[in-house]
Each structure stands twice: as C-alpha cells, then as structure tokens.
C-alpha cells in the first residue's frame, strides 16, 4: 500500500473540488511522479467506497529530443542561413555543416537561400533576403509552454514529420468522492484473531473485503518439453498396438552392433568420422558372441544363406571401434539376437523411442542428435504386404491417413520403402519415416529360422514435434538456444486433433 500521508494529501485535493479531478492534475498539485499517484488511487480503492475512479485516457503533444535542440540552437534551416556570409559559401562547405543538408534543402524552399551552380569557384549559396524569422522555433515553444492548441493540425503534423514532436496518450484517473468518503486513513484488518474474538474488539474493527475471485498463486512446478509430450503419445500409440519397449539405455555402442551385425560393410560411407561420432576412451570393446562373430565375419568376407556378401577382408579391429550409437537399430538387432536364443521361436513386436548421435553438419533441420523412432515385428511369413498394413494402422493413430510408399535402398532391408504423407498445409506429398524387411544375411547369422521374417520402420521425433507445435528451427526445439517460456506454455500434445 502507498504511504498514509500521501493517501491523505489525495484525499484532502479531491475533498478541494466538486465533481472530481484528474490524477495529472494531483500528481501537479503534489509535485510527485504520476505513476506514484495511480498507486495511492488503487491504494484508495482497496480500502472501500472511500473514491470512485473512472479510467481515461488523453492525448498531447510533446517536444522530442531533436526538438529540444532546436528550441536552443534554432531551426536546422535558420543556422544554414546564419552561417552564409554576405560573400557567400561553398556548397561543399556548407554541407559539412551539423544542419548542412536538411537546413540547406529547408532553406532552399522557404526562399531565404539560392544556389549559384556556374560560380568561378564552384557552386556556391548566397542569402536572397537580409532576414528570416525562425517559424519552427516559434512554434516548438508553443507546445513547450503547453499551447499547442494555438497550432493548426497541419502545422504539428509537419513537425511530426520531421521528428521534432511526438503525439502522446496518457491514461489517467478521474477521482470523486465515494460513498464512504474521508480524508482519514482507517487500517483495514486482514485477519479476524482469537484475541479479537475473546474481546469483542471485532465488532469495531473493520475488515478488508476478500477477492473470492481472485487467482491463487500457481504452484511452482516442473513442466514437460514439447519432445516428450510428443514422445508420450509415440509410445501410448506403440502400447496399444501390442508393442514392448526395448532398453535403449546404452548411448555407447559398439561398430559390430551398430554396423555388421546390420549386414553393413566396414567401408560403407557411414562409419567414416564424418558421419560418426568415435569414442577414443574406452576405444575398443570386447566382449561378443563367439559364435555369431564367425558367422557375421564369414557372411560379410565370403557369403552365405543364399547371398555372395561383399568379398572383403572383414576385420575385427574395425568392428571393435567404440562409438555414440548412429540408430537405434543397434538396438534392435541385439534384440533379435537374444530372441534367436530361445529353444522355441516366439513372435514379438519391439518399439524403442531413444537418442541417437550423428556428425551432421547443424542447421535448421539438423543436430548432432536426435530421437529416433523404431519398430519392430519379427513373425513367421511376414510380407511387405504387412508392413504397408501396420504402417497404416500405426498412421492412423497418428492422425495421418494419406500414405504412399516409394522404393528405396537400406544396407540391411530389403525390399525397403520411404513412406510419404499428404501434408494438407503444404499442398504436397513430403517424407515421414523409412522401412523395410530385414536382409537374411542380418537375420540368419542371429541363429533365427528360416521362416522368419522381420519387418522395421522408422521416423525422428523432432520432425512431428516442430510441424505440431509450429516450429521452423530446431535449435529453437533441443540446445542451449531453447526459451523456456515455450517449455512453460506449450499446450497437451494431441496427434490425432
């Protein structure tokens, strides 16, 4: 609450006048800041009916900085003309000056200046009357003085225009007496005590009015990022479809897991360092399946089940490289891994939502890390007939109905297929996410049976988290650049709305 003493002041001033005065002109009468005023009025308005407060608004005019030069030094137009001797000055000159080029151009159309552009020593500006009065000037000491009511519209517009006077609207209070009107500040209470109770002192007391209205203070909580709201209703869609999680918790994965047990070759483009992120503590891993190692070396350098491989050293110094994990498919195949180990094959439908690391050059569009999307059903005499009806379904449930599937090329699926949806705000088909089968060269060497068939998908998370919440930049999504105002306010993520 404002200061008693200054409460009463408003009180006594309001008390002066019949029908009321403006909070401007009692800031005046008190010498005091106007914003202190509007303070006391809602000061004086907590307490009661002790002033009525009508809000209102008004516009003057006041004197800019450029304007407040020119009410000491005169008009820019003015000094060009009292700098130009009887003699005359050079242009050149006369442009050097503070004012030079928009008192010359001024000067030149009121007529008090002429140029002379065939002079002897060059063009030169010579006076055309022996004196001037500075209008502008006159007219910036009206408004100073407050009347600028004495000045035409046309007139302040002009000024308006070269910058000199500013238009400004102030709100304002119109205060009158209210119906419990005093110029005695009595404290309200705030709390009814025991003590006030046990004495009766409550019945003379008098008691601030409470806001039933009013918010309560939010609680101070944590908020969920847009990418795991997002994430939240991936794995929602994945768990109603039948799906089991896979552990992704392993962001370190090594080059066997990662790239050959995928069928990958040691000098595919991808497991160069500009694609890969290589780790250079602990360097190597160690520990692999004996057993599947031979087989996985032997489909790569010589081939089998069916496939002439690549026919290439494989070796296994290349294999043991450490890396960040490029996909989740790593993932993946050390799942398929341990379900060929069963004495009996069992169907499964694997789904994993993780990070995932690449050495991509950063832009709008691209980190060095993101959330990968992944799953997974193995079966027996799987089709890509069923993997164009789960991708349905699985759309759907996303809210994207209009699929089309293009032909493509992955170094561990085939057939494979890049699937596009028709985005109705850009008019056109674009890419959501690429699948396949799984080459028998990946799953055979796993011990899995020959019956058995694996078909994948996969798409980022970012991509349908910046389209849903209308970001263009990802950096404005994941990084250090991240405003968390938008973390606060980003609305219950709906896929399907």
């Known amino acids: ?70 009410l000491e030094q005169g ?10 001797p009887e003699e005359g000055l050079p242009q050149s000159e006369l442009m050097k000056l503070p004012s030079g080029k928009v008192g010359f151009s001024k000067a030149m159309s009121n007529k008090w200046i002429r140029l002379d552009k065939g002079h002897e020593g060059g063009p030169r500006v010579f006076r055309t009357v022996d004196s001037i009065e500075d209008a502008v000037r006159e007219k910036l000491q009206l408004v100073k003085k407050g009347q600028s009511s004495q000045l035409e519209e046309k007139e302040k517009n002009e000024l308006k225009k070269r910058k000199l006077l500013t238009e400004v609207t102030v709100k304002s209070y119109w205060i009158t007496k209210g119906s419990n009107f005093s110029t005695t500040i009595t404290k309200q209470e705030t709390e009814l005590t025991p003590e006030m109770i046990a004495s009766g002192s409550w019945r003379e007391k008098k008691f ?18 847009p990418l795991m709201k997002v994430r939240t209703q991936f794995r929602q869609i994945f768990l109603e479809m039948g799906f089991t999680e896979m552990p992704t918790n392993n962001f370190i994965e090594s080059s066997f897991w990662n790239f050959d047990s995928l069928f990958q070759p040691q000098q595919h483009p991808a497991r160069d360092q500009h694609d890969t992120f290589f780790l250079s503590d602990p360097a190597l891993a160690h520990e692999f399946p004996p057993d599947y190692l031979e087989r996985v070396k032997k489909v790569h350098s010589e081939g ?115 699937v596009f949806s028709y985005h109705e705000g850009l008019k056109k088909w674009v890419e959501v996410g690429n699948s396949g089968v799984f080459r028998p060269e990946m799953l055979l060497p796993m011990g899995l049976p020959e019956e058995v068939s694996v078909i994948a998908w996969g798409l980022s998370l970012e991509r349908p988290t910046m389209i849903k919440y209308g970001i263009n930049n990802i950096r404005e999504l994941v990084g250090h650049k991240v405003n968390l105002q938008m973390v606060y306010d980003s609305p219950v993520c709906r896929l399907d709305s």
């Open 208 to 225: 601030k009015p409470y806001n039933f209205e009013a918010m309560g203070v939010a609680p101070d909580s944590g908020h969920l990022h």
């Open 75 to 84: 008009s820019h137009e003015a000094r060009v003309f009292n700098a130009i």
């Open 304 to 418: 089998g089940y069916g496939s002439q491989g690549y026919k290439y050293d494989w070796k296994i110094e290349e294999a043991q490289k450490n890396i960040l994990r490029t996909h989740t498919t790593a993932v993946s195949a050390r799942m398929l891994y341990k379900l060929a180990q069963q004495e009996k094959f069992t169907p499964v439908k694997y789904f994993s939502i993780d990070r995932v690391f690449r050495n991509e050059t950063l832009d709008a569009t691209h980190l060095a890390e993101f959330h990968q999307i992944e799953g997974v059903v193995a079966d027996y005499g799987l089709t890509l007939g069923d993997l164009m009806g789960v991708l349905h379904q699985f759309f759907t449930k996303l809210g994207i109905t209009k699929l089309r599937f293009k032909p493509a090329y992955n170094p561990y699926t085939e057939p494979s297929m890049e």
């Open 1 to 70: 609450m404002a200061d008693s003493g200054l409460l009463e002041s408003v009180l006594r001033l309001v008390e002066k006048v019949d029908g009321g005065v403006d909070s401007q002109d009692v800031a005046g009468g008190l010498s005091v800041d106007h914003q202190v005023v509007v303070g006391a009025v809602k000061s004086l308005q907590a307490l009661g009916e002790v002033i009525e407060a009508t809000q209102r608004s008004s516009k003057h005019w006041e004197v800019t900085g450029e304007g407040n030069e020119i």
